[in-house]
């Protein structure tokens, strides 16, 4: 089974969550010990990624080391073409649809089509959409991130995407967001899309992964927050908020 038709099955039976872990952050066998962690914690995925600092080394070093470390399915989460591993089941093909900047909404896909379908590495296309504050990945990005309360300008972008034939869509308000993508965006979000819906940046509390949870989100993302959590039984807690 592709990863894809995995996880869009188990979203039918209730909310996912993905860990983030950026190859720049620790070593690879510290990845690796985190992902064997959040295995037994109940996470669903892992994503490999980060906005800057990911290079073909970091990036094969940690995604070679989760690989075997745990069971769970490995999705690059590109923030370029530069890096491209092999060693993850899939790529999170993905474009950022309110950059101002072209090369991020189509030019590094251009770049990374070839490798990716040489290193046979799954593309699952994904509309990523900023929302404030956007944080470090929204300046590189140069995106226009929609503001907080723009719900209808949110819900234009993700309809956009899911017709344009995009898998999954991303709410994004950047890692390390003061803020978390508001509820009521999820859920208006959520009320018209008919693809799934992926919400993370900032959530590092259980009442924040229960409210993203509720709201509608198919998948939550943390990943500061696991990076900086050393209470084993904390990240729990925030793992079952997400998943109900
Ligand atoms: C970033 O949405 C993810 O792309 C995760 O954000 O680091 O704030 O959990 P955090």
Same mark, same amino acid.
């Given at each position: 089974?592709?990863? #894809?038709?995995?996880?869009?099955?188990?979203? #039918?039976?209730?909310?996912?969550?993905?860990?983030?872990?950026?190859?720049?952050?620790?070593?690879?066998?510290?990845?690796?010990?985190?992902?064997?962690?959040?295995?037994?914690?109940?996470?669903?995925?892992?994503?490999?990624?980060?906005?800057?600092?990911?290079?073909?080394?970091?990036?094969?070093?940690?995604?070679?080391?989760?690989?075997?470390?745990?069971?769970?399915?490995?999705?690059?989460?590109?923030?370029?073409?530069?890096?491209?591993?092999?060693?993850?089941?899939?790529?999170?093909?993905?474009?950022?649809?309110?950059?101002?900047?072209?090369?991020?909404?189509?030019?590094?896909?251009?770049?990374?089509?070839?490798?990716?379908?040489?290193?046979?590495?799954?593309?699952?296309?994904?509309?990523?959409?900023?929302?404030?504050?956007?944080?470090?990945?929204?300046?590189?990005?140069?995106?226009?991130?929609?503001?907080?309360?723009?719900? #209808?300008?949110?819900?234009?972008?993700?309809?956009?995407?899911?017709?344009?034939?995009?898998?999954?869509?991303?709410?994004?308000?950047?890692?390390?967001?003061?803020?978390?993508?508001?509820?009521?965006?999820?859920?208006?979000?959520?009320?018209?899309?008919?693809?799934?819906?992926?919400?993370?940046?900032?959530?590092?509390?259980?009442?924040?992964?229960?409210?993203?949870? #509720?709201?509608?989100?198919?998948?939550?993302?943390?990943?500061?927050?696991?990076?900086?959590?050393?209470?084993?039984?904390?990240?729990?807690?925030?793992?079952?908020?997400?998943?109900?």
């Amino acid at each position: 089974m592709t990863v #894809k038709d995995y996880l869009i099955k188990k979203m #039918k039976h209730g909310t996912l969550h993905f860990t983030l872990l950026d190859p720049d952050k620790q070593s690879a066998e510290e990845a690796a010990d985190i992902a064997r962690r959040l295995e037994d914690a109940g996470t669903d995925a892992i994503m490999i990624g980060g906005s800057t600092d990911v290079t073909q080394k970091n990036l094969d070093a940690t995604a070679r080391s989760i690989k075997g470390a745990c069971s769970l399915p490995t999705i690059y989460f590109p923030s370029g073409a530069h890096a491209i591993s092999g060693h993850c089941d899939a790529i999170f093909f993905m474009s950022m649809v309110n950059s101002k900047d072209i090369g991020w909404v189509i030019g590094e896909q251009v770049k990374g089509s070839l490798i990716t379908k040489k290193l046979k590495l799954e593309p699952i296309s994904m509309g990523y959409i900023i929302i404030e504050p956007g944080k470090k990945v929204g300046e590189v990005g140069r995106a226009e991130p929609i503001k907080r309360d723009d719900l #209808k300008g949110a819900m234009s972008y993700a309809l956009a995407c899911e017709y344009l034939g995009m898998s999954f869509v991303y709410l994004e308000a950047g890692s390390g967001a003061e803020r978390p993508v508001p509820p009521e965006m999820i859920r208006a979000v959520k009320e018209i899309l008919s693809v799934p819906l992926i919400v993370g940046g900032g959530i590092r509390t259980p009442e924040a992964a229960e409210a993203a949870r #509720k709201a509608g989100a198919d998948a939550i993302v943390t990943g500061t927050f696991i990076e900086r959590c050393q209470d084993g039984s904390e990240i729990k807690n925030v793992i079952r908020a997400a998943k109900g």
